[in-house]
């Protein structure tokens, strides 16, 4: 019987990429086969080899980022899956970083046990909100835009999540917009054409909320790839401080 894995895996470079990133992927494959299996890892070399084979940006990174990038995901233990959009591969100039979508950091977060259930909502200028930090309340009324060029129009004014802890407590966390813009502008390369907040404002908005919650309810988790997760943020966002984070102190920099 023939190995299909070793088929499958001298198959990655006849995508539409140089030969050096082809022999990268292959270093990426054996890297992320100890942590997650062969595989797994094969089929995760398949979703980087499509999103790189179509990316002329990411072609032009160094390979170690590549490298490094690919196995920042086995390592923190979610896909590259474009469907399941939980990390992309992101360029920043001549280097490939793993961006960990709000999705993936929910994910994460849920396997971490640092949580039953997490959620993100962007508040609008136009719905009904209130939250009170001192008693742990909120209410939000959704307004629900009838046509996209309507909710193009509207105005955002924060963002929070709302955690499910496994003792059942629930617990918010709410950063205003101005916050919110203010991570905008420390991320690198935020104004790139290729960022991540130019593709999916809405998405990292309400990641920067998950992130500061993140932070405080693993506070006491020592898993690995919640470890993982926070060192690759750090390295993405270098202003970030290294101080513990409280959920209601809004002068903590993501």
């Known amino acids: 019987m023939k190995d299909t894995t070793q088929q499958n895996e001298t198959q990655l470079p006849s995508m539409k990429m140089s030969k050096e990133i082809s022999d990268g992927l292959k270093i990426a494959f054996d890297k992320c086969s100890s942590i997650i299996g062969k595989a797994e890892a094969l089929k995760e070399l398949g979703f980087a080899s499509q999103i790189i084979s179509k990316s002329p940006t990411l072609q032009k990174c160094s390979i170690q980022s590549v490298i490094d990038a690919v196995v920042n995901s086995s390592r923190v233990g979610i896909t590259l899956n474009p469907t399941l959009r939980l990390a992309y591969l992101v360029p920043r100039k001549n280097t490939a970083t793993l961006e960990i979508s709000y999705m993936g950091l929910i994910t994460i977060l849920k396997k971490s046990g640092g949580c039953k259930y997490i959620e ?46 496994i003792t059942n407590e629930i617990v918010y966390c709410f950063m205003p917009m101005w916050e919110i813009e203010k991570v905008k502008r420390f991320s690198e390369g935020s104004d790139s054409k290729w960022s991540a907040w130019q593709n999916w404002e809405e ?14 309810l693993v506070n006491n988790v020592e898993v690995t790839e919640v470890i993982e997760a926070l060192r690759i943020e750090d390295e993405n966002n270098p202003i970030a401080k290294q101080s513990k984070p409280n959920m209601f102190n809004f002068d903590f920099e993501e």
């Open 120 to 165: 993100a909502h962007i508040v609008y200028q136009d719905e009904a909100f209130e939250y009170n930090p001192a008693n742990n309340t909120l209410s939000h009324t959704i307004y629900y835009a009838t046509t996209e060029s309507e909710h193009k129009q509207r105005k955002a004014i924060g963002c929070y999540s709302r955690a499910v802890l």
């Open 203 to 216: 998405e990292m908005i309400k990641k920067s909320v998950i992130k500061r919650h993140f932070k405080t």
